[in-house]
């Protein structure tokens, strides 16, 4: 039972779990490329603290302690953020989700955020600080801030840039596979038109044959009065809304087996309607008849097929005046008086399969709790109230409720829809990460080398030169990044496979879509610090030189 109230939710929970473990990587490869750049920076003071008797470890303490004191002001700044955000989730999640309504930020939560500022701040500032404090005095001392830099820093800070990029793949990557299949699944062919139609849900209360006759003759006189409307084009009445499943069991044709009902029969799903809803929702009459006001519960019992049966049980033959039987009702064979198009009644994800429609008035059981369904010319919800009174008229005891068919199509879709927008928003922050340590990598390389560049353009290097050598070196990480990325998003989209729809997990046009978003954020970023290369003055490093 758990696992069926919440099996796809842990699913999507695990998943945005990933999701956000990737980009607080992400934020802390940055924090650490910030930290290393400024303990760089810091190479002189360091050595003077060094001369003046201070040791290593408490050079290493001083930085982890201040880069303890960002983490944690951080931690604070995004506790707060997240109190708001919960709210905002909470409003844009499926409504089916256990427990929503529980979700908040508590005392397990603060531990939880406290204990990964700290944890963050240790990793990812340990190794800004013990570089820092391997400090040479004699060279430090004699030179400035900006000729102190060693090569080490310099491959460090490119290698958490490569890394940003390549958890940027994935994520990207994950979220375009998303977006792509959400897209198909938005534009499947459902088997009927959805636009404009009212949805309304009541239950008439029963309990024998007699009152549940009445039921049905309560759908029975409301269809045709509502029918009648102003702006209403067709009226009808159905178990469920297409989309929903109430009910389905084995079927045989033309006569029972003998002895106990094999459990091996094939399965249907079992779906009662009103005279006139086919044409309401839009499903295509095949062949034969729909149900008429002669289908009643003392006439021959009647039934309609679906496409997917007629191919899988009458192949090459014509299944209109056969006989059926169900397992709703086994004891009764059904004529068959027509055929009608397949309608996807396990969601858009989920292809359709045979379905057996019976007239609503032949089976009173059922027929006590319907939807009546309205297709109208304009807004369907311009119609609630005047319908309402129309059932209040009919009967003051029936409850109602009100929706449109579309509406109760996009709950249907509000998980997929709801990761999708997750995982977009979590790569959004990524490629910005991305993006933001590119640039900053770039910027410090290009301050630290304004020297070396402004002798390049003084012995005869064009400014056009000077940029393409900054780009080049930019786009040389984003490079190594992307291919370390799409290696490893190849082997993680892997686990999307079960929530994936008509897109394969190695579509080869998202990656393709991935390599040129980001290869265009890194050329973006690594443009601006090579526009200011090409600024360089030559005089001033020649006079510094």
């Known amino acids: 039972m758990r696992d069926e109230i919440v099996g796809d939710v842990r699913t999507t929970l695990y998943l945005l779990l990933g999701a956000v473990s990737l980009v607080l990587l992400i934020a802390c490869a940055n924090m650490a490329n910030l930290l290393l750049a400024r303990a760089t920076s810091r ?37 707060l953020l997240a109190i708001w955000g919960s709210s905002a989730l909470v409003a844009i999640a499926p409504k089916d989700v256990p427990r929503l309504a529980e979700t908040s930020i508590d005392g397990r939560v603060l531990a939880f955020t406290f204990g990964v500022s700290v944890l963050a701040s240790l990793l990812f500032g340990l190794a800004p600080a013990i570089h820092a404090s391997k400090v040479d005095l004699n060279h430090s001392l004699k030179q400035g801030a900006a000729r102190s ?13 490569v890394a940003e990029i390549a958890l940027s793949v994935i994520l990207l990557a994950g979220a375009g596979l998303l977006m792509k299949s959400f897209v198909a699944m938005h534009n499947v062919e459902l088997g009927f038109r959805p636009e404009n139609v009212l949805v309304m849900g009541a239950s008439v209360p029963a309990s024998d044959l007699e009152s549940r006759l009445r039921g049905a003759r309560f759908y029975r006189d409301l269809v045709a009065e509502v029918a009648a409307l102003p702006g209403v084009s067709a009226a009808g009445a159905t178990w469920n809304p297409p989309g929903h499943v ?35 929702l839009g499903i295509p009459l095949k062949r034969g008849r729909d149900f008429n006001d002669s289908d009643i519960y003392d006439a021959p019992f009647t039934a309609v097929i679906n496409e997917s049966l007629a191919g899988t049980s009458f192949a090459g033959q014509d299944p209109i005046g056969r006989s059926i039987f169900c397992g709703f009702d086994s004891k009764k064979g059904m004529r068959i008086v027509g055929v009608v198009g397949d309608v996807r009644q396990y969601g858009p994800a989920r292809p359709p399969g045979p ?33 309402r009174r129309k059932a209040q008229a009919a009967s003051p005891d029936v409850p109602v409720k009100f929706t449109t068919l579309e509406t109760v199509l996009s709950e249907d879709v509000a998980a997929p829809r709801f990761r999708t927008l997750l995982l977009g928003i979590f790569a959004g922050l990524a490629v910005c990460l991305a993006m933001a340590g590119v640039y900053g990598v770039m910027a410090y390389a290009v301050g630290q080398r304004a020297n070396e560049i402004g002798l390049r353009m003084a012995l005869g290097a064009s400014p056009g030169k000077v940029m393409r050598l900054v780009l080049g070196q930019g786009l040389a990480l984003a490079a190594i990044g992307l291919a370390i990325g799409l290696a490893g998003a190849m082997a993680a989209t892997r686990l999307l496979t079960k929530m994936l729809f008509e897109v394969k997990p190695g579509d ?20 601006i610090p090579a526009r200011r290369a090409t600024q360089v003055d030559p005089l001033a490093a020649l006079r510094q030189e």
């Open 43 to 79: 190479t002189r003071e360091m050595a003077i603290r060094a001369a003046v008797g201070a040791s290593r470890g408490r050079i290493v303490r001083q930085l982890i302690t201040e880069s303890m004191v960002l983490a944690v002001a951080s931690g604070i700044a995004g506790l």
């Open 149 to 161: 830099v060693g090569g080490g820093a310099g491959r460090i800070r490119a290698a958490l840039v």
């Open 246 to 280: 109430g009910s389905w069991g084995g079927y045989w044709i033309d006569h029972l087996p003998t002895g106990e009902l094999s459990v091996t029969a094939p399965q249907a799903v079992f779906s009662f309607m009103a005279p006139g809803t086919f044409a309401t």
């Open 355 to 387: 379905e057996i429609i019976m007239p609503y008035q032949q089976h009173p059981g059922p027929a006590t709790s319907m939807s009546v369904v309205v297709r109208t010319a304009a807004n369907p919800t311009g119609l609630f109230e005047t319908v």
């Open 508 to 527: 080869p046009m998202t990656y393709a879509s991935v390599v040129i978003l980001l290869g265009l954020v890194a050329l973006a970023a690594s443009y």
